[in-house]
Nanobody, 124 residues
Framework: QVQLVESGGGLVQAGGSLKLSCAAS????????MGWFRQAPGKEREFVAAVTWSGGNTLYSDSVKGRFTISRGNDRNTVFLQMNTLQPVDTAVYYCAANRVGTKVTKNPDYDYWGRGTQVTVSS
């Protein structure tokens, strides 16, 4: 069974940091592009960041650029999202996603696999 499992979410005060992880199982995602999306209560899912299979190219939403960093583990089968200077508006469920087109970093949610999400709550 193919799975993407997110971890690392939690409650943090404004200005704090969290690092999310996404681990793949059931198949290798080392050749896939990976992305992070988030969905706040009552809002649509929105793009956060994406990285190509090699880790060489990244894409960020304007709202997180300069604060969040996406990266891949050495085996390229794990992806991380380092989130700094968190603000209450960053509160959401964060989802990991995989795109079989490994060179494609896109804000569109046309990814092939999705995790179940991890909750991030930022208090003011």
């Amino acid at each position: 069974q193919v799975q993407l499992v997110e971890s690392g979410g939690g409650l943090v005060q404004a200005g704090g940091s969290l690092k999310l992880s996404c681990a793949a199982s059931g198949r290798t995602f080392s050749t896939y592009a990976m992305g992070w999306f988030r969905q706040a209560p009552g809002k649509e899912r929105e793009f956060v960041a994406a990285v190509t299979w090699s880790g060489g190219n990244t894409l960020y939403s304007d709202s997180v650029k300069g604060r969040f960093t996406i990266s891949r583990g050495n085996d390229r089968n794990t992806v991380f999202l380092q989130m700094n200077t968190l603000q209450p508006v960053d509160t959401a469920v964060y989802y990991c996603a995989a795109n079989r087109v490994g060179t494609k970093v896109t804000k569109n949610p046309d990814y092939d696999y999705w995790g179940r999400g991890t909750q991030v709550t930022v208090s003011s």
